[in-house]
């Protein structure tokens, strides 16, 4: 699995970003798109295993699970798509060839003491 | 006693590393007039051969070389060097997919202006591979008549990021009643407008198209009018 892989870079990348604000982290905002091909209860795993020994062992991890938008030719703006498996506009049904959001793995915020 | 907490707004991609080399990689192969296209699939759906037969046929026309993604063996890479193009293994170990930093590391010393076409086969694996930018310009998702025409709905993701779908094993399709239509449908469901080729790498069966996909795919890459060529050109003016 790699989640794991992905754990490690979360904590590397919250740590370096601790270290520059000279903060201690009390809470990681993550967030994880739909399509990022992420495991969202992997990764909280995962996160457990790489957090051991670094400043982040006591961190809560928040995740926000980001779903699929889509550029709706027929509506107009971003619509949500009916699941990952059926990618077509949920109000009005055109595919969905163009999406907007729902690839998203990064770290978007660090919550600091 | 209260702690105060304050947010700090960070907004970097968790695998930013990838995605620098990755892009590195993908302005690197335009400037070399290289056209990347990889190779992804389950264990066993038929990257090997087609990828050997592909390798084959293109030699004619083409300047082509590949790599190959394994955990620990070294056997596919020798099948591919049968076709007589220069052929590097990628051992990953414990890692079950590629990453871009990976494919950066073995193309260490190949003069990538000789060569017009570059070929990677990902480790057999439709989770993994799919968060994974390896630079490439196009990106096949393999599945065999075998696997059941539903595979594009249990992995969404995969052929999600994917360019083009390609059905292997065409030549089983009678003996294991494989419904076309039903599969060409779960992969319109997942990918809206991806072209699907049916291929048998073993009979021959799609690989013409398959072929024209490559040359076609190559041209629009590779014209300078894409956007990486003007991003490209654009540095170098400024
Ligand atoms: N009948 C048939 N067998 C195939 C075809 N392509 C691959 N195979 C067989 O399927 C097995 C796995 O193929 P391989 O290329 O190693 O798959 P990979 O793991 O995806 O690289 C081998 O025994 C191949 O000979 C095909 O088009 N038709
Ligand atoms: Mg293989
Ligand atoms: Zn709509």
């Known amino acids: 699995m790699h989640e794991l892989s992905i754990a490690l870079s979360l904590v590397d990348t919250a740590c370096e970003e601790a270290q520059r604000h000279d903060a201690h982290v009390v809470a990681l905002h993550v967030r994880v798109g739909a399509l990022s091909g992420v495991v969202v209860d992997a990764l909280r795993g995962a996160f457990e295993l790489a957090r051991e020994g670094t400043p982040l062992a006591h961190a809560n991890l928040q995740i926000e699970e980001v779903p699929v938008l889509m550029k709706c030719p027929a509506c107009g703006g971003p619509r949500p798509v009916r699941s990952i498996q059926q990618m077509c506009c949920a109000d009005c049904g055109a595919p969905a060839t163009e999406i907007v959001s729902g690839r998203e793995l990064e770290l978007a915020a660090l919550e600091v003491a | ?238």
């Open chain 2, 1 to 238: 006693m209260s702690i105060t907490t304050r947010l700090v707004e960070v907004r970097t991609k968790i695998l930013k590393a990838n995605d620098v080399t990755a892009r590195w990689l993908r302005q690197h192969f335009q400037e070399c007039g290289v056209c990347v296209v990889s190779l992804v699939s389950s264990p066993g759906t038929g990257k090997t051969l087609l990828l050997e037969q592909t390798l084959r046929a293109l030699r004619e026309r083409y300047r082509v070389a590949a790599l190959v993604g394994d955990l620990a063996t070294e056997n596919d890479a020798r099948r591919l060097a049968r076709a007589n193009v220069p052929v590097r293994q990628i051992a990953t170990g414990t890692v079950c997919h590629l990453e871009a930093e990976m494919v950066r590391q073995a193309l260490d010393g190949w003069n990538l202006h000789e060569i017009d076409f570059l070929f990677i086969e990902n480790v057999g694996n439709l989770v993994c591979p799919a968060t994974y930018d390896l630079g490439e310009h196009l990106r096949a998702v393999l599945f065999s008549v075998t696997e059941g025409e539903d595979k594009p709905l249990k992995y969404p993701t995969i052929f999600n990021t994917a360019d083009v779908a390609i059905i292997t094993k065409m030549d089983l399709a009678e003996v294991v009643e494989f419904d076309l239509t039903a599969a060409r449908q779960s992969v319109e469901s997942v990918r809206p407008g991806m072209p699907i080729l049916e291929v048998s790498a073993k009979r021959g069966d799609g690989m013409q198209q398959w072929l024209e996909l490559l040359s076609t795919r190559r041209q629009a890459a590779l014209r300078p009018d894409t956007e990486q060529a003007s991003v490209q050109q654009s540095a170098e003016l400024g």
